[in-house]
């Protein structure tokens, strides 16, 4: 991929790690702490993506990361309630069913439902956020939003759900 400047990269990609560091973090400063950390990262590991595919779902991993490592260390000195609706260790067999039934549903179906189906569903975006990511307009993430939905009961009994 092309060389980017730092400014390049943070008015690209700013504003989705702040608002997701936010979302997970709630609190202002903490996520403008999370801006900064996950900044750094990128402007670190930029020059090695090969596709600009992958640089959103490496930084949403890395917000998610760092958001939750966060907590984790407030965890350790108080009760925080995001925390405690995080799924516990016991059930994470559960959660990789879960994941590989959602790629294979996903699988079904083109780029911009997929991106649509996960920016909403998985990421929890607003739809101004995933035109930001995607380039989707909000009408084309409702339509593709209604295929995927259209789409459930044939793939249920595809899949024996």
């Known amino acids: 991929m092309e060389k980017q400047t730092a400014r390049q990269l943070y008015e690209t990609y700013g504003h989705l ?3 997701r560091c936010r979302k ?3 609190d202002e ?5 999370g801006l900064q950390e996950c900044m750094i990262r990128l402007i670190d590991q ?9 640089v959103i779902p490496w930084i949403l991993r890395v917000v998610k990361n760092y958001s939750l490592n966060e907590l984790r260390k407030t965890k350790r000195f108080s009760n925080n309630e995001v925390l405690d609706r995080l799924p516990a260790t016991s059930e ?19 780029k911009d439902v997929q ?3 996960y920016f909403t569903y ?4 607003s739809q101004e956020e995933i035109r930001e990511v995607t380039g989707q307009s909000p009408a084309t993430i409702r339509r593709n939003l209604a295929k995927f939905k259209e789409s459930l009961p044939n793939l249920r009994k595809r899949l024996g759900l």
Do not use: M, W, Y
């Not at 400063?29 to 702490?33: I, L, M, S, T, V």
């Not at 998985?122 to 975006?125: C, R, T, V």
């Open 24 to 26: 997970i973090l709630q």
């Open 92 to 110: 994470r067999e559960r959660e990789f069913e879960t994941g590989d039934t959602i790629r294979l549903v996903l699988a079904c179906h083109n």
């Open 17 to 19: 790690i702040f608002s």
């Open 122 to 125: 998985i990421e929890e975006l």
């Open 46 to 54: 930029f020059p090695k993506f090969v596709s600009p595919d992958h």
């Open 29 to 33: 400063e903490r996520a403008k702490d």
């Open 115 to 117: 991106d649509a189906v």
